[in-house]
């Protein structure tokens, strides 16, 4: 009888192994989703942390391509705006910051309503800056836009990160970056106190 028993015993702990082995994977992919941020964050959040960062930030989902022939700045239902989808991005993107303890003091937007929706949305302020409209049918307005951009950017040596809200072909102006709607791209001063592309977000 003894000798019957050891067997039985034996099959018993080899059939509890894998559940209690699976269950430590489990846990172990847990712990890896719900880690601190800092340990495995991109390096574009890292460098959000650091005095003098900039974020060019592309206005979230607003369906079509351009606007209407008969937009008016002063009129939102003239324009192209964001849809439900582009408007939970934005949130989604302030608490993307927020969850990370990165806090934004001036916010720039160009003064479409799709990018202050989406500055006010994430940030909860915009203020509307001419430069960051873009002009892609006047190359001379272009380039003094993107001079007075590229001073701003630079002026910004301290202090929490400088947000400009803006539009694709602005971002790819300064940048030479292409972006989706709700795409962040993260400039980071240097110790000569010039700004390089650190990375791009995407808060999905």
């Keep these: 009888m003894a000798r019957d028993r050891a067997p039985r015993a034996e099959a018993a702990r080899r059939r509890r192994r894998p559940g209690g082995a699976l269950l430590l994977v489990a846990l172990a992919v847990f712990l890896v ?12 959040w890292q460098a959000l942390r650091t005095p003098g960062a900039v974020v060019l930030l592309r206005h979230s989902t607003a369906p079509g391509t351009f606007d209407p022939p008969d937009a008016r700045l ?3 239902a003239t324009q192209r ?25 001036v916010v720039l937007s160009s003064p479409r309503c799709r990018c202050l929706d989406t500055a006010r949305l994430a940030f909860g302020k915009a203020e509307p800056w001419e430069p960051l409209l ?17 001073q701003r950017i630079e002026a910004h040596q301290t202090g929490s990160p400088l947000v400009l809200v803006t539009h694709g072909s602005v971002i790819s102006d300064v ?9 962040l ?12 592309v650190t990375g791009q977000l995407f808060v999905d």
């Design 185 to 196: 791209v993260i400039l980071q001063r240097a110790a000569d106190g010039r700004h390089a």
């Design 175 to 183: 940048t030479g970056r292409h972006v989706r709607m709700g795409e």
């Design 134 to 150: 873009g002009a892609l049918k006047d190359s001379d307005l272009r380039r003094r836009q993107l001079a007075e951009i590229r």
């Design 81 to 105: 705006n964001l849809d439900a989808n582009g408007r939970a991005q934005a949130q989604r993107i302030g608490e993307a910051f927020r969850q990370r303890g990165i806090t934004v003091n």
């Design 74 to 76: 002063d009129d939102c």
């Design 33 to 44: 989703r719900i880690g601190p941020a800092g340990g495995t964050e991109p390096p574009g």
